[in-house]
């Protein structure tokens, strides 16, 4: 149900040449629909019945045709049309034909009968369609033995709903309307206007019109929801109006609501004070989903959430709590990019979501500081860069070569790289500049569309930079890779010079070619003979445009010796490598450097190890500072390397007793001194470091002491009350999975038994979320097998199943079970995720490979499936690849460096 993009050249003809195109009537648009058939409007009427399988539907839309033609292209996909009304300018109405040219990409014909000349045309569909099962579309899910009916259209999936022009670029006003039975609520993207009777046991309920919308931000759900009143967002300089703000959960959960309705004015108000332009919609109401395929969905109006992420109460994992402000800041911010101003074709994506991401933690460094939103900045670029180091990675700007390209682009790539990206560029210009640029182009683009060019343009004019700064940035968005920064500090008439030179970074076994550039923002932090405060000595910040394979910066005042960090407040969406003695005088600064520094030393060092510069001993002896630190995020890093050589380079027992004791030296006193319980008013991230820290030398190191403690917690867990039900309650909330994923792995069959036999009967989504934590730790060959299988029944969500999926696969052995199962129930995966979910099917396959054989086994698999779903191909590429720079660097290693 894929549809592929169109040639340059049916573009040309599509907009200059229109008669030309028209010419190919039997074959259905390779990609965007031509542009001689423009949507003006909507009305969308549905009859809804969330206990049915099917719905009925009437799209009617008014047309522009500018040119003469007996026929228009829609989209639609499994629609059973039964009747099609086209009516001219003048009025006259006459039955169309409705074609399913295209079943699989979704995309269909009109027939008008005869050719018409340029007008504007109301075309009328009136069809049925199943409740989709796949989590797109209009889809149907059950919560507590109740049904719901509710939408997720994007990016290409409103098709499945109602017949229409599928893309970002038609954005039209909506009129909805839907008749439900009489028990039902029903709540959509704007105000409820009207309600009348529709008949015996039916109501029919009228909304008012929307602003302009792309198909894909259309919502409602229909069902027995809680609807609860948060707090009116007060007006502010920039809204005269109080919002109203409510927040809709499944039935008897609406009273969980009231943490994410009481921190959602705080966001609204930072968003609208920094874009100087208030919340345009007519309300805002939450929803928290009972299944959903994604994170969440910045529907204008009715912003739709996993469950999880606004369930939240005095028991909620700290991961859930932090987790829901930061998603629902990230949602927020769509409102203005992506919702008022939205990209316009889907190479652009990143225009929604990068700025969605780097907007949130904006915001969540305002509101929240104590979250720490600037290192998951950090560590969010970092992430993306590991996959950007791959030959097959996309760019942030990836053309769009078929409707796969459309379904990964939701990646790392367009999220945590975008956003690194314009943190960079904004540290650039500086802040004030680049915001002055960012409200200039919600004002201009304002409930209309933008490609790149239109944002960089407009930071450009704001920060009176011209074409070379759009180069700079656009060389980001445009190419794929990871800059390589190399320095070389020199000593030239008397003043210390840093030479700069360039490449792409490539791990070691890759096949790319290194010789690339960018613009790239190099901003370098270094000892100054000056003297702070404290009177010991201080540094100072260089910045250079590296616009070439080489450069040189003069590090003004520098002491002599001096120290370098190249990317100062690790602002650069860019790795660097150190020659020795300049490494060697980073390391002796660490306690000067700040915590986002640190993180980007961090980098560098493990970046170092996978480019084959220096081995795993060299690896955990440069990190081994930063294990102490006070900051999660900086202390968790070294023990996040030690379990990859654990896992990937230690070649037998004795190495991995040497790493077990190395992360039990650094990091068991810390466990210890949290403890393993809860404290009363203790800071969130003692409960994330708690988790962390439990979690990794638990089932990574084994080590026996914090096994016994949560053991402990899951076996007081799985004590079944009075009434047969699991004590769930009875392990600490952030640590629940982990103690029954402990229980799982030492008393086996019993105990997953239990927790398959628990899951159909909890509803909360947290503890939902740990019964599926235990279960995805199981070990044993056998049960493994028996919770792979109980990921594919009802009791466990469709978006769920992951969780189960993705776990015990750190051994060979486990592994190989994998692939058997995988293989031998693909089918039933495909059938229940894979319309949505084709680009990960390669990674839940074999994720984790790190041999020839693996990588082998993979490509002969998929080489004949990758048409089963979008998205399988990139995703084939990117695995396979992934596996042979594991083996690649494997071999590199000698493990006996482990026990130096």
Known sequence: MRRLARPLLLTALATCCGAAFAATADQAPQGRLPGWAVPQSYQLAFKVDPAQQDFSGTTTIKVKLTQASDHLWLDGAGLKVSKVTVTDAAGKAHAGKYVAVDPKAGVARVDFGRTLKPQQLTVKVEYTAPLNQQLQGLYKVTAKGQPYAMTQMEPISARFAFPGFDEPGFKTPFDLSITVPDHENVVANTQQVREQPAGRGWKTVTFAQTLPLPTYLVAFAVGPWDIVAGPDISPTAYRVKPLQLRGIAAKGEGQRMQHVLGETPSIIHALENYYGFGYPFD??????????????????????????????????????VRGSFNVNAHELAHQWTGDTVTTEWWNDIWLNEAFATWMQQKVTMQVHPEYRADLDRVRGGQGAMNNDSLVSARSIRQPITGNGDIMTAFDGITYQKGASVIGMFENYVGEPTYQKGMRAYIQSQKYGNATADDLVSAIATAADKGDAFKHAFKSFLDQSGVPYVATKLEQKNGQAVLQLSQSRYLPLGSSGDPQRIWGVPVCVRYGTAASGKDGAPSSKVACKMLDKATGSMVLAGASQPTWIMPNANASGYYRFSLDKSELGGLVKQIGKLSDAEQLAYADAIGASFRHGDIDAGDMLAALQPLAGSKIREVATVPLDQAAQLYHRIAANNAQRARLAEWAKAAYLPRLEQLGYQRKANEPEDDALMRSSLAGALAFDFKLPQVRAALLKQGEAALKPGADGRLNLAAADPDLLGDALGVAVQEHGKSVVDALIAEL???????????????????????????????????????GEMGMLLRGGRDTLAQRDAMWTWFTGHYQQILDRTGSFSGGRLPSLAAGGGCSSAEYDRLQAFFKTREKDAAGIGRGLAQTGESIQLCGALKAKQDPAAILR
């Not at 959903?292 to 606004?310: I, S």
């Not at 019964?771 to 594919?792: C, H, K, M, T, Y």
Request: charged residues 25%; hydrophobic residues 45%.
């Open 283 to 320: 309300k805002l109401d939450l929803l928290a989903a009972p299944d959903f395929e994604a994170g969440a969905m910045e529907n204008p109006g009715l912003v739709t959430f996993r469950d999880w992420l606004l369930l939240i109460d005095k028991d909620s994992p700290a991961r859930n």
């Open 760 to 798: 159909p009967k909890t509803s909360d989504p947290a503890l939902r979320n740990g019964i599926l934590g235990g279960l995805a730790s199981v070990e044993d060959p056998a049960l493994a097998e028996q919770v792979r299988n109980f990921a594919l029944t009802k009791p466990v969500k469709v």
